[in-house]
C-alpha cells in the first residue's frame, strides 16, 4: 500500500475547510479539495499546489447523492482509499441583523435545508466514503461541528453562546448526535470518529467577525484528523479539549 494518506476534506475551497487541507497537506497527506463551486475549486487546488503541497479537485454538492457517488468514484480512480475524512461543508441559512434565528418565525423551507447540508450531507459523504475509508489501515473520520451545538452550554444561562440560531444551532446538535452513533457503531474497531469546534473564526461564513483565524479554527480538525490509533472516539473537542454535549 502506498505511504502516502490520502484525505478527503468538504467545502474546502475557502476558510477552515481551505486551512484544514492546507495544514494535512503540509503533514505530506495527499488532499482531495471537495468544493461545489468549480472555479473556487480549481483556483484553491491550484493555490495549494503552488505551495508545494499534493492536492487534487474533488467536485462535491453534499446534498446530492448523484455528486457524492461521483466524488467516490474519482477519490477511488486517484488514490483508491481514503484515510481520512473530515466533513466541513456547512450552511447556516439566512439569519437576521443580530445573526438571530427566531424559532417562531422560522420558514420550515430554510431549516431543511440547512439540516439537508449539515446532516444529511455529512451522512450522504460519510456513507459513500466508507469503503475508500475501510481500505485503510487507520481512517479517521473528523465532523466539524460548533459549541452552539452543545446542549449543555445552550442550556446554562451563566454561559454566553451568542445569538438565537433556531435553524443552525440544532442541526450541530444534530450532527453531535449522529457523530456518537458512527462511533458506536464502529466501536472496537480502528475508525476513529469525532466532532471538532473551531471556535468562532473569522470567515465569509460570520461575515469575519470573530477572534480566531482560519488556520486557528483548522487547528482542532487537523489534529483528531491525524489521531493515533489509541486515540478517542464518539467525542466533542475544542482546542481546549472536551466540550460538553
Known amino acids: ?133 475501510r481500505r485503510s489501515a487507520s481512517p479517521r473520520i473528523v465532523n466539524v461541528s460548533s459549541s452552539v451545538g452543545s446542549l449543555s452550554l445552550q442550556a446554562d444561562p451563566n454561559v454566553e453562546i451568542g445569538p438565537v440560531m433556531a435553524a443552525y444551532a440544532p442541526t450541530k446538535s444534530y450532527l453531535n448526535a449522529v457523530t456518537v452513533q458512527y462511533a458506536r457503531q464502529f466501536a472496537g474497531t480502528n475508525l476513529l470518529i469525532n466532532a471538532a469546534c473551531p471556535g468562532l473564526v473569522a470567515t465569509d461564513f460570520t461575515g469575519f467577525f470573530g477572534p480566531r483565524t482560519p488556520e486557528q479554527g483548522a487547528a482542532v480538525a487537523i489534529r483528531l484528523a491525524t489521531l493515533p490509533d489509541d486515540g478517542p472516539t464518539g467525542s466533542f473537542f475544542n482546542d481546549d479539549g472536551v466540550v460538553p454535549w
Open 1 to 133: 500500500m502506498n505511504e502516502t494518506k490520502i484525505a478527503l476534506v468538504t467545502g474546502a475551497n475557502k476558510g477552515i475547510g481551505y486551512e484544514i487541507a492546507t495544514g494535512l497537506g503540509a503533514l505530506g497527506y495527499r488532499v482531495g479539495v471537495g468544493a461545489r463551486d468549480e472555479a473556487r475549486l480549481e483556483a484553491a487546488v491550484e493555490k495549494l499546489r503552488a505551495a508545494g503541497l499534493d492536492a487534487f479537485g474533488v467536485p462535491l454538492d453534499v446534498t446530492a447523492d448523484q455528486s457524492v457517488t461521483a466524488a467516490a468514484e474519482l477519490i477511488d480512480q486517484q488514490a483508491g482509499r481514503l484515510d481520512v475524512l473530515v466533513n466541513n461543508a456547512g450552511v447556516s441559512g439566512p439569519t437576521g441583523p443580530d445573526w438571530g434565528q427566531d424559532p417562531t418565525t422560522l420558514d420550515l423551507d430554510v431549516v431543511r435545508t440547512v439540516v439537508d447540508t449539515n446532516v444529511f450531507g455529512v451522512i450522504r459523504v460519510t456513507n459513500a466514503m466508507l469503503p475508500l475509508l
